[in-house]
Structures are given as structure tokens and as C-alpha cells.
């Protein structure tokens, strides 16, 4: 196994948003030519602790934390590979709660996501991507995102994303 870190804490949306997020990356891989993958908000990336040691505090941290519903503040992009086209939700207690739970527990503050944000799309920011944002801006205005499951995920930076898999969920406390 290799030494380099293998794994990411993720926020998945629920089966209903999961769906209809899924098509629009799958349609923005397409017509993009960019790389596909699953939708969600990442905790933490590049994480060195293993599933197992992952796991009791994140089933633990699951259990307390209850459904999110997140308002999109904007659909954005940046020059970043993976921010290049994203969802950017306002600053959330929640998200700043799993976050330092998160850091707590790998006792790093490397692969913190930094900010709320959901990606459509990865890539080398160009035009199309601008045309995209644009087109796409109006299909998020005043939508919440409900999040309803952490994640332990074999991805990072390390990882291929055409080989990133989740490995495990873990529901999230009653709304």
C-alpha cells in the first residue's frame, strides 16, 4: 500500500438532489471532455487514516450531526482544476463543525476544503466553462442542496479520479 494518502471525508446529498447532480456533472464531463465524478462537498481530502481508523469517529460524528440543508449562495468557478465549476454554499456551522471534528481526528489541517462548495465539473478553466457558469446560474438561484450522508471515500489527489469510489456512508442524524 502506498504511504501517500488514499482517502477523503465527503457530504453527500440526498438520493434526490444525488440523482439530478449526477446528470449535470455526467452532461458537463461530456461536453466539457472533463473527468466524471460522483457529486459531493469534500470534508477533507487527502486524508492518511485508514477506513478503519476513519471510521468510528465519522459513524460518531454522522450520528450527531443533523440533515443539512444548504441554500446556494452562487454557481461559481475559479482558475482551480477542481473548483473550475461549482455550487458555493454561504458559510455553514455545519460544514465548519465536520470540518474540525475532521482535523481533530486526522490532526492536520491538509485537504481542508476551503469553503462549502459542491463541483459540477473539473478541468482547466476556459471558456466553455464560463458559458456553462452563465448558462447554468439561474437553474441554481435560490435552490437548497439537502446533505444527508458522510462519506469515507478511496480519493485524492493521489488517486485517479476515474478510480475514486465511496467506500462507506454514514447517515446523518434525523432532521
Do not use: K, N
Amino acid at each position: 500500500m502506498s504511504d501517500r494518502p488514499q482517502y477523503s471525508i465527503w457530504l453527500l446529498p440526498r438520493a434526490d438532489h444525488e440523482v439530478a447532480l449526477a446528470a449535470i456533472v455526467r452532461r458537463l464531463s461530456t461536453e466539457l471532455d472533463g473527468p466524471l465524478f460522483a457529486p459531493h462537498v469534500t470534508i477533507q481530502g487527502d486524508v492518511a487514516l485508514s477506513p478503519e481508523q476513519l471510521r468510528p469517529t465519522l459513524a460518531h460524528l454522522a450520528a450527531q450531526t443533523p440533515v443539512q440543508h444548504w441554500p446556494v449562495a452562487l454557481l461559481d468557478g475559479t482558475p482551480h482544476f477542481f473548483r473550475c465549476l461549482f455550487l458555493r454554499f454561504e458559510a455553514h456551522q455545519g460544514f465548519e463543525e465536520m470540518q474540525a471534528a475532521a482535523q481533530t481526528m486526522t490532526g492536520t489541517a491538509d485537504g481542508l476544503s476551503p469553503f462549502p462548495h459542491l463541483s459540477l465539473a473539473y478541468g482547466d478553466a476556459h471558456e466553455a466553462y464560463a458559458r456553462q457558469r452563465q448558462l447554468l446560474a439561474s437553474d441554481y438561484a435560490e435552490q437548497t442542496i439537502v446533505f444527508d450522508r458522510l462519506a469515507i471515500c478511496h480519493s485524492s489527489s493521489h488517486v485517479p479520479i476515474a478510480e475514486w469510489v465511496v467506500l462507506e456512508q454514514l447517515p446523518l442524524a434525523h432532521e
